[in-house]
C-alpha cells in the first residue's frame, strides 16, 4: 500500500517563500513519476510541476514557471517544491501525487496515488 505525506504548508506574506515536502510509505520513490496540483476554493484542482522517476526531467505550470522548482531526493524518498515570490493567487491546499506512467504528465488522471493536502496562505 502507497501512502504520500505532503506538509510544510502555512501562511506567508507576498513575495515570501515556503517549501513543501512529500514523504511516501509502501513504495520508492524512484518507481514514480510525481507531482504537486492545488486547489483553490470553489475552484478545480490544477497542474503545479511534475517530475519523471529519477528526477533528471521537470516541468511547471507557466503560472508559477520561474519561481516554483519541483525536485526529489530519492536517497531520502522525498519530493520538494520550492515556492519564491508567492503571490495570494498561490493560496490553495497543495498535493503531492505518484503516478506509474512513464514520462512526466500533467493530467490529474495519469496519478494513482495522493497525499491529504497542505494548505498554502499568501496574504498581507
Known amino acids: 500500500q502507497v501512502h504520500l505525506y505532503d506538509s510544510g504548508g502555512g501562511l506567508v506574506q507576498p513575495g515570501g517563500s515556503l517549501r513543501l515536502s512529500c514523504g511516501i510509505s509502501?513504495?520508492?520513490?524512484?518507481?514514480?513519476?510525481m507531482g504537486w496540483f492545488r486547489q483553490a476554493p470553489g475552484e478545480e484542482r490544477e497542474f503545479v510541476a511534475a517530475?519523471?522517476?529519477?528526477?533528471?526531467?521537470?516541468y511547471h505550470a507557466d503560472s508559477v514557471k520561474g519561481r516554483f522548482t519541483i525536485s526529489k531526493n530519492n536517497m531520502k524518498n522525498t519530493l520538494y517544491l520550492q515556492m519564491n515570490s508567492l503571490k495570494p493567487e498561490d493560496t490553495a491546499v497543495y498535493y503531492c501525487?505518484?503516478?506509474?506512467?512513464?514520462?512526466?504528465?500533467?493530467?490529474?488522471?495519469?496519478?494513482?496515488?495522493w497525499g491529504p493536502g497542505t494548505q498554502v496562505t499568501v496574504s498581507s
Open positions: 501525487a505518484a503516478s506509474v506512467a512513464m514520462g512526466v504528465s500533467t493530467s490529474l488522471g495519469r496519478y494513482e496515488y
Open positions: 509502501g513504495g520508492t520513490l524512484n518507481n514514480y513519476g
Open positions: 517530475t519523471n522517476r529519477i528526477g533528471d526531467t521537470t
